[in-house]
């Protein structure tokens, strides 16, 4: 997912557009995704530093929070970042300034060879994306909600006491 930037980083205001498909494996260790990764981007040089905005579409294997059953959802994320060089020359730092942008805005970076890599940007964006407690349907219910309860056999002598006896 890396991209060459030589070419926009010789004017203000070039554009290029950019579709990749990749395979989902890529960020197996963090999410289970289920197919490739459609990802459309398109960069321009905005002065200060590069512009990136698109979208990435993938499905992603979950599993309800309410009834534990495994499911695949579809996601469709927009973004909008910036990319500003990692070793900014004196015209950058005076242009960062100019635009009032510090130490502690987010961005991300484009290496010194001159290439956006968009795979830290993107596994951010599913990551954040993704639901915190995932429900495989709007109105999922646990379907056995009275089942029997297993007392662990230690705890069998509270029992006495719910049951008011000695």
Do not use: H, W
């Not at 579409?57 to 499911?71: A, D, G, I, N």
């Not at 730092?93 to 987010?106: G, Q, W």
């Not at 991300?108 to 599913?126: K, P, Q, V």
Request: include cysteine; proline fraction near 4%.
């Amino acid at each position: 997912m890396k991209i060459d930037i030589t070419s926009l980083l010789k004017e203000i205001g070039l554009k290029a557009n950019f579709e990749f498909t990749e395979s989902g494996k890529v960020f197996e260790e963090d999410v289970p995704i289920t197919s490739p990764l459609d990802i459309k981007v398109s960069l321009a040089n905005a002065g200060v530093g590069i512009m990136a905005v698109g979208t990435v579409s993938f499905t992603v294997k979950l599993m309800c929070s309410t009834c534990l059953k495994e499911y695949e959802k579809q996601f469709s994320l927009d973004f909008e970042e910036r990319f500003v060089s990692e070793n900014p020359n004196q015209d950058d730092k005076d242009l960062l300034t100019e635009y009032e942008m510090t130490s502690d805005d987010l961005y991300y970076a484009y290496s010194e060879d001159y290439e956006i890599n968009l795979y830290d940007m993107i596994r951010d964006l599913i990551i954040l994306n993704l639901p915190i407690a995932p429900k495989c349907d709007i109105n999922c219910r646990v379907k056995n909600f009275n089942q029997s309860k297993s007392i662990d056999p230690r705890l069998k002598i509270l029992e006495q006491f719910k049951n008011g006896g000695s």
